[in-house]
C-alpha cells in the first residue's frame, strides 16, 4: 500500500541503512535511527523503504566520536550509482542535541 502510495503521489523513496558508528556506543546510533525515521515519516513527499533495492535514494547516518562531542553526519546518496546529494555535519555535545539536528535536518534537506 505504502509503494503504491509513494507510486501515485511522485514521492521519493529513500532507503535509510543502520547507523554506522565511530567510537560511539551503538545505542547513540539506534536512537538517531528512530529519531530520524519519526521525522521522516511526517513528511508526506518522502516514503522510506526496507530494502536498498526499492529506494531511489540512500540515507547514510553516522556518528563519529570527536574530542568535544559526537560529530552527526546525513548524507544523501543516489541509488543508482552511490554519487552525493547532500551532505550535513554538526556537532552534538549531548545525546539530547540529537532532536533539534534530526528536525533541521528532515525539514530542510530530506525531499
Known amino acids: 500500500m505504502l509503494l503504491c502510495t509513494a507510486m501515485l503521489c511522485g514521492c521519493s523513496k529513500v532507503y535509510m541503512p543502520p547507523v554506522q ?3 560511539v556506543h551503538s545505542d547513540y546510533g539506534e536512537r538517531l535511527r528512530v529519531l530520524t ?3 521522516v515519516a511526517i513528511d508526506d513527499h518522502v516514503t522510506l523503504v526496507d ?4 529506494g531511489d535514494r ?12 559526537v560529530v552527526v553526519v546525513f548524507e ?3 541509488a543508482k550509482d552511490n554519487s552525493l546529494i547532500w ?3 554538526h556537532i552534538a ?4 542535541e ?3 539536528i534530526v528536525s533541521r535536518v528532515s525539514k530542510e534537506k530530506i525531499r
Open 98 to 100: 540529537f532532536i533539534p
Open 51 to 54: 530494502d536498498a533495492q526499492q
Open 76 to 78: 544523501m546518496r543516489k
Open 93 to 96: 555535545y549531548d545525546p539530547n
Open 87 to 89: 551532505a550535513y555535519r
Open 58 to 69: 540512500t540515507l547514510q547516518l553516522q556518528l563519529v566520536r570527536d574530542t568535544a562531542g
Open 37 to 39: 525515521r519519526q521525522y
Open 21 to 23: 558508528v565511530e567510537g
